[in-house]
């Protein structure tokens, strides 16, 4: 059951930018706040960015003031932009229904089917 797919990943230098996408199902984008993770092997996974379904959104100190939230209605979408990148952005990145706390970017506990992730790899 496919609930997310993300895309957008890619290699950069260091100050660089992308942007990723998450295709959401319709049913997890109209009824939970959405969010970005990152994971590097041998890591716990690091809530990044988060959103709830009235576009307000939150963030992990770590990306504050570099990286930006958004969604799409129309496309069932959610965004992360990707600006200042440095080398420890370095990881693989996913979409993930979360609890709706700002200040907190934790997995809903109901949130089962992970997407494939998209990586993105920061060289200085």
């Known amino acids: 059951q496919v609930q997310v797919v993300e895309s957008g990943g890619g290699s950069v230098q260091s100050g660089g930018s992308l942007r990723l996408s998450c295709a959401a199902s319709?049913?997890?984008?109209?009824?939970?706040?959405l969010g970005w993770f990152r994971q590097v092997p041998g890591q716990e996974r690091e809530g990044v960015a988060a959103?709830?379904?009235?576009?307000?959104?939150w963030y992990a100190d770590s990306v504050k003031g570099r990286f930006t939230i958004s969604q799409d209605n129309a496309k069932n979408t959610v965004y992360l932009q990707m600006n200042s990148l440095k080398p420890e952005d370095t990881a693989m990145y996913y979409c993930?229904?979360?609890?709706?706390?700002?200040?907190?970017?934790?997995?809903?506990?109901?949130?089962?089917?992970w997407g494939q992730g998209t990586q993105v790899t920061v060289s200085s």
């Open positions: 993930a229904a979360v609890v709706c706390r700002p200040g907190n970017i934790r997995v809903a506990p109901d949130f089962g089917y």
């Open positions: 319709k049913y997890l984008y109209m009824h939970y706040c």
């Open positions: 959103i709830d379904t009235y576009g307000s959104p």
